[in-house]
């Protein structure tokens, strides 16, 4: 268990709608980032946010948006859901930003989009 | 840009065996860092190991090491007496400390057989 928690785990909808998926990071851990894996694009990363603030931006579509609240969770809206957004995404926690630190992922949220 | 090579998408090893998993990076930064993750079929996403770019000793976290060659930019990920429970996915990732980007290679599938 690495601490960090991904709700839900599972999330099955339609093209159109609109989500939002959960991450509460490590105790302690200011930073935040979102991955999408698929099968044809690999892990990707999207999004880094630290003490509630954005600090990096991957490849993250304008259709998704995420932000990290004052008691550090975070939430990645994901909206217009196309099929190809099937995926399992993944939150990690590190201590900080800047230095390198490892990052410890959660246990996914696994999106169909039918 | 960054970018990490992965170039063995499959390897068997037979178990108690040693095995080397393959990573090479391109970067121009100074300091990076490097890291490995598993992933087992249940696809969670494991940290293994983590080497700097300024760390002069390979890193070693118990059966795991890492075969860093900063002049040929590669950071081979080593399995001592493999286990069954070794067999998954392994990621090499690096880390650009000044940007926070981590960058995913598109991982070995590392099958451990009895």
């Known amino acids: 268990d690495s601490g960090v928690t991904q709700t839900p785990k599972h999330l099955i909808t339609a093209t159109g709608q609109r989500v939002t998926l959960r991450c509460s990071p490590r105790?302690?851990?200011?930073?935040v980032y979102w991955y999408q894996q698929s099968l044809d694009q690999g892990l990707q990363f999207l999004i880094h946010?630290?003490?509630?603030?954005?600090?990096a931006k991957g490849n993250i579509l304008e259709r998704f948006s995420a932000q990290q609240f004052p008691d550090l969770h975070s939430e990645l809206n994901l909206s217009s859901l196309e099929l190809g957004d099937s995926a399992l995404y993944f939150c990690?926690?590190?201590?900080?930003?800047?230095?390198?630190?490892?990052?410890?992922f959660g246990p996914g949220t696994r999106l169909t989009v039918t | 840009a960054q970018k990490i090579t992965q170039t063995q998408p499959g390897m068997f090893v037979q178990e108690k065996e040693a095995v080397t998993l393959d990573c090479t990076y391109d970067?121009?930064?100074?300091?990076?860092?490097l890291f490995w993750y598993k992933q087992p079929s249940s696809g969670e996403m494991i940290f293994l190991i983590y080497?700097?770019?300024?760390?002069?000793q390979n890193a070693t976290e118990g059966r795991y090491s890492l075969n860093f060659q900063k002049a040929r930019k590669s950071a081979n990920l080593v399995i001592s007496a493999s286990q069954l429970g070794d067999s998954a996915m392994y990621f090499c990732?690096?880390?650009?400390?000044?940007?926070?980007?981590?960058?995913f290679g598109p991982g070995t599938s590392l099958s451990v057989i009895p």
């Open positions: 946010y630290y003490n509630g603030e954005e600090r």
């Open positions: 990690a926690s590190s201590v900080g930003r800047g230095s390198v630190y490892e990052q410890y």
């Open positions: 105790s302690g851990d200011l930073s």
């Open positions: 080497q700097g770019s300024y760390d002069e």
């Open positions: 990732a690096s880390l650009k400390t000044s940007y926070d980007k981590v960058i």
């Open positions: 970067t121009s930064d100074q300091s990076y860092g």
